[in-house]
Each structure stands twice: as structure tokens, then as C-alpha cells.
């Protein structure tokens, strides 16, 4: 029977210097320094970085703290929504049946209650402030007073006296949802000249 001949190794087929081999020790210990070392030690000061805390501070950044509101529109009010600053403010939520006698399948309830963060109510107030409620006849609409074509009319209205947002705190009482909310235009304050003028009236005889 013929010898097979030995099958070729490394060194037959690929030339010794192209064969690789561990380095000497003190190779392997200047490796593992170099790869512990951090870039920014081994860069000649052209390089351009960015901070890392004001980096993670701009991808990582908290969700801003909410808090609970109850808001709508006042039930005296010829508007029976408004959506202002990105949030609606509804008279009545609930959902009703398609019956004769439109039986309510949620149970109607006065307003909404959302959660908003501080530039939430920020960004409604600066909205709100800058909306009146025109009536004519039995419609009424809202307008935005920095709209080019607006001009003041006899009647129109605040906005903010037609909406109402509460801030629901833990002293709020179990059926607050059945007081009257007071709405968000700030009562007049009064001239304490004609405070005292009243107070020195004589009472009539």
C-alpha cells in the first residue's frame, strides 16, 4: 500500500513572518496599559468633546412634576368647549346612548381632570390671556385678540371668566365636583378710595 503523503502544516503553507505568535512579555504588558488608558490621554489637544454631564442632562432629563387640575368651562357660559393652549376644557364628560332618550352610558360628570406640569399652566394662561368670547344672537365663538382681522366689539368678553381650572389639593371636599369653581378672571380689585367713601355714607333714614 503507497505512503499517503503528510498533510502540509502553517509553516509549509504560510511564510514565518506572517505567522503570528505572542509578543515577549513586556509587549503584552504595554498593550494592556495602552488599552486602559482613556482617549482623552492619549489625544494631542485637537480633539473636540462635549461634556458628558451636560450631555446626559439634555438625553436623560427628568419628566417635569405634574399635578392634578379640574378644569372645564362654567356652566354659565354659551360655550360648551374650549381648547386652549393644547388642552380642552370641557363642560361635561360622558359619553351618552344613541336612544330615543339618549341614555348616558358614562355617567356625565362636570369638567375634566388632567394632570399638567407648571409650563403647562403657564403656556394656558399666557393663551387664555390673550382670548375673548363674542356672542351674537345665539352663537358665540372665541377669538384671538393678536389675530390681524380682531377688532374690539361692544360685549366681547374675557375668556378666562368662562373657564375655571382648580388645582385639586388634599383639603378638597368629597363632592367638590358638585360646588360651582371659580372661574380664572381674577376679581376687580377694588379702589380703597371708594371702599372708604362707602364706609363714610350716611346711612339712610
Not at 360622558?94 to 409650563?119: C, N, Q, W, Y
Not at 361692544?154 to 360646588?179: C, F, N, S, T
Amino acid at each position: 500500500m503507497p505512503k499517503l503523503p503528510e498533510a502540509p502544516t502553517a509553516h509549509d503553507v504560510i511564510p514565518d513572518e506572517d505567522i503570528e505568535t505572542s509578543p515577549p512579555s513586556g509587549d503584552l504588558e504595554v498593550a494592556e496599559r495602552v488599552s486602559q488608558t482613556r482617549a482623552s490621554e492619549l489625544d494631542l489637544g485637537g480633539a473636540v468633546t462635549i461634556p458628558r454631564e451636560e450631555l446626559e442632562a439634555e438625553i436623560f432629563e427628568a419628566e417635569p412634576e405634574t399635578f392634578r387640575f379640574w378644569i372645564g368651562t362654567k356652566a354659565t357660559s354659551p360655550i360648551q368647549n374650549a381648547t386652549v393652549g393644547g388642552v380642552t376644557f370641557p363642560s361635561f364628560t360622558g359619553a351618552l346612548r344613541h336612544t330615543a332618550k339618549l341614555e348616558p352610558i358614562i355617567p356625565r360628570t362636570r369638567g375634566i381632570v388632567v394632570d399638567l406640569s407648571e409650563a403647562d399652566v403657564g403656556r394656558i394662561v399666557k393663551a387664555v390671556k390673550n382670548r375673548v368670547v363674542r356672542s351674537s344672537g345665539r352663537t358665540a365663538y372665541i377669538l384671538s385678540r393678536s389675530s390681524a382681522r380682531y377688532r374690539p366689539a361692544p360685549g366681547d368678553q374675557p375668556l378666562a371668566g368662562h373657564l375655571y381650572m382648580v388645582k385639586i389639593g388634599e383639603r378638597m371636599p368629597l363632592d367638590w365636583r358638585e360646588h360651582e369653581p371659580p372661574s380664572m378672571l381674577a376679581p376687580r380689585m377694588r379702589d380703597p378710595e371708594e371702599e372708604l367713601e362707602e364706609e363714610l355714607e350716611p346711612e339712610e333714614v
